[in-house]
């Protein structure tokens, strides 16, 4: 499928046509008529991210169908089949049928197959030298040696993959030494890269490494996520060369070669014991392989740079990219996500969605269909999990929320007396939480009667006795007796020992309220 969204995002870079085709694997009639067909409809850059490339397909195509068109053949294919024993044009065509009307496309005859075929072949012979723009092009790669690291703890030696990156048009390499080539160090590489140039060309041209494109085919490409999201942070287009075709990146294939000979073969003799000391080593080596005098032209690849190239480069970003490895995760009923050996929560609405987890060396998020639902700080080491309130279910935060000081500054706000019931509650036993189910009950006599109908009551059972319990609290409520004004009883010391006892008044008849 054509990629809507990043064509619009490249023409909002004021990419050329002809170089967003190029990007993408398409055609400058098919750019063309994206472009078109966006202004009609007033989509431009940022596009929704709720907006995926099929829901742009249905707005700009509503009536488009399935297998329209002619099935173009695998000419690649074709070139490679034909060079084995017995393999004939007619045999491939008859094979190419078949392959249409199982996938219920249109075929091209044998004459159309005959003649496409052979003016492909006609042009993979063909050379282009092309004279590269100042600024324009960024190519990289990986050196094909390593270089030794010895680990005096572990008493092995470790292998360094050294990093090229070169400039075509004034031949300004640099380079770098990594434990390993993956994802993390292959995107550390170009920022490093970035940094040493002082500014970002507008093209980048890698080799087809899982690590940066999963996928490169005639007419589809998928970039590594990580990958993707530094070329926008970046504002620069990855167009990767094609599969088996290094002269795509003709200079940084040379770059490779030549920095073989220069840094590494004149750093064979010198045994490092920390990649910072290898580093620095290259670093010393690379300014002396740039500001080497040109052979056949004057100045130096230093010169050319600082000269006709510097100038033209875009502008770094305000802060560089922070290196962020994606990866997937169903969430599971406790909601949470592991990353390292720390978990965190998402909301619990996500539980069984399978979501995508974004982790960078200070933050962790967590996104479904595009859509951030979670961040959290990320941690080192904690054994507990790290749960936000508001992920939780309602039943779980008032479970958290039940402890001594809660309970406290629930009652101090409903009023002396409900804090004093509180308290007795809390401190009549011997451990605190034997109490909270009493404090727990009580809130919900709040929530059922309201604050100050409670305060009343809790204000009743301890004129009655210095130690109410919840059934006494729960009576008083439901008779509605605190609704009735509390009178204030002195008792006498001897009748204090026995609690609440009748009164001489009470004996003398009359009527009794």
């Known amino acids: 499928m054509v990629d809507y969204r990043e064509i619009i995002r490249l023409k909002n870079l004021d990419f050329s046509n002809l170089m967003i085709a190029n990007s993408l694997s398409c055609s400058r009639n098919t750019v063309s008529e994206v472009l078109s067909l966006a202004e009609t409809h007033s989509l431009g850059w940022p596009i929704p991210d709720a907006l995926s490339n099929k829901d742009i397909e249905h707005l700009f195509y509503p009536n488009r169908g399935n297998n329209e068109g002619r099935k173009l053949p695998d000419y690649e294919y074709i070139y490679n089949e034909l060079a084995k024993p017995g393999v004939t ?39 282009l030298r092309i004279k590269r723009k ?34 075509p048009c ?49 007419t589809e490409l998928i970039l590594n996520r990580s990958y993707h999201e530094m070329a926008e942070h970046y504002g620069t287009a990855i167009i990767p060369a094609r599969p088996l075709k290094p002269k795509d990146k003709p ?19 010198r045994k490092f014991f920390s990649f910072d000391e290898l580093n620095l080593a290259i670093k010393e080596k690379l300014k002396e392989f740039n500001d080497r005098s040109f052979q056949k032209k004057k100045g130096s690849r230093s010169s050319a740079f600082f000269e006709e190239e510097k100038d033209f480069l875009m502008p770094l970003p305000a802060s560089p990219y922070e290196t962020a490895v994606w990866s997937t995760a169903t969430i599971q009923p406790d909601y949470l996500i592991s990353v390292g050996d720390c978990k ?23 996104f479904y269909h595009n859509n951030r639902i979670a961040s959290h700080v990320r941690k080192t080491y904690l054994p507990d999990p790290i749960y936000i ?27 002396s007396s409900t804090l004093l019931v509180v308290k007795n509650f809390l401190y009549m036993h011997k451990v605190e939480q034997q109490g909270y189910k009493s404090c727990a009950s009580l809130m919900r006599l709040a929530d059922r009667y309201g604050t100050e109908r409670l305060e009343n009551a809790c204000m009743k059972a301890l004129s009655y006795t210095p130690n109410p319990s919840l059934k006494n609290i729960t009576t008083i409520l439901k008779n509605g007796q605190d609704k009735v004004s509390v009178t204030k009883i002195k008792a006498n010391t001897e009748s204090a020992r026995f609690g609440i006892t009748r009164g001489a008044s009470y004996f003398k008849g009359g009527e009794r309220k």
């Open 89 to 127: 044009l007619t045999l491939l065509w008859a094979e190419y049928c078949t392959q249409c009307e199982a996938e219920h496309t249109i075929p091209y005859q044998h004459t159309q197959f005959n003649e496409k075929y052979h003016a492909y072949a006609a042009a993979k012979k063909a050379t």
């Open 134 to 167: 100042p600024g324009e092009v960024m190519e990289v790669d990986w050196v094909g040696d390593t270089i030794p690291v010895y680990d005096v703890a572990a008493g092995c030696k470790i292998p360094a993959y050294i990093f090229v990156s070169c400039l």
């Open 170 to 218: 004034s031949l300004y390499g640099y380079a770098e030494a990594f434990p390993d080539m993956k994802s993390n160090h292959w995107i550390e590489a170009h920022i490093h890269a970035y940094s040493f140039y002082g500014g970002v060309t507008r093209i980048l041209c890698p080799d087809n490494l899982k690590t940066g494109v999963i996928k490169n085919t005639r």
């Open 251 to 269: 200079t940084a294939e040379g770059s490779v070669k030549v920095i073989e000979t220069w840094i590494l073969a004149a750093l064979r003799n």
């Open 344 to 366: 965190y929560s998402v909301p619990y609405e996500f539980i069984g969605k399978k979501v995508d987890i974004r982790t960078t060396e200070n933050c962790i998020e967590a």
């Open 389 to 415: 309130p508001e992920h939780m279910p309602e039943n779980h935060r008032k479970y958290l929320e039940y402890n001594t000081d809660s309970f406290l500054k629930w009652g101090e706000g409903v009023g």
